[in-house]
């Protein structure tokens, strides 16, 4: 059995704003661009019909944005909660002894 004693807090909060970017990334494709850009477009196509189209460029706009703001948003609380993890699990593991792992 090893120990793990102590992580670090810089990689930690690498691994943890990558982790939530990639998830964001997934996960908000299919919650925030694609029904945005598919309802902009059905929302487009129906206000073209009384003379406005401005709302199709406008909805789509809104989405693409919100997914990247959301992606950058994920990534960074991602990593302080990465951090934060990390930080604590060094306090206790310096009280307890650290987790232990058998490695082949």
């Given at each position: 059995?090893?120990?793990?004693?102590r992580?670090?807090?810089?990689?930690?909060?690498?691994?943890?704003?990558?982790?939530?970017?990639?998830?964001?990334l997934?996960?908000?494709?299919?919650?925030?661009?694609?029904?945005?850009?598919?309802?902009?477009?059905?929302?487009?196509?129906?206000?073209?019909?009384?003379?406005?189209?401005?709302?199709?460029?406008?909805?789509?706009?809104?989405?693409?944005?919100?997914?990247?703001?959301?992606?950058?948003a994920?990534?960074?609380?991602?990593g302080?909660?990465?951090f934060?993890?990390?930080?604590?699990?060094?306090?206790?593991?310096g009280?307890?002894?650290?987790?232990?792992?058998?490695?082949?």
């Amino acid at each position: 059995m090893r120990t793990v004693r102590r992580i670090s807090l810089g990689s930690a909060f690498k691994v943890g704003a990558v982790l939530c970017a990639l998830l964001f990334l997934v996960f908000g494709f299919f919650t925030i661009l694609l029904p945005g850009l598919l309802g902009a477009s059905l929302l487009g196509a129906l206000i073209r019909e009384q003379g406005r189209g401005w709302t199709l460029g406008f909805g789509a706009l809104f989405s693409v944005i919100a997914y990247i703001i959301g992606i950058l948003a994920s990534a960074i609380g991602g990593g302080i909660t990465g951090f934060l993890n990390a930080l604590l699990y060094n306090i206790v593991a310096g009280l307890v002894g650290g987790l232990e792992v058998e490695l082949s």
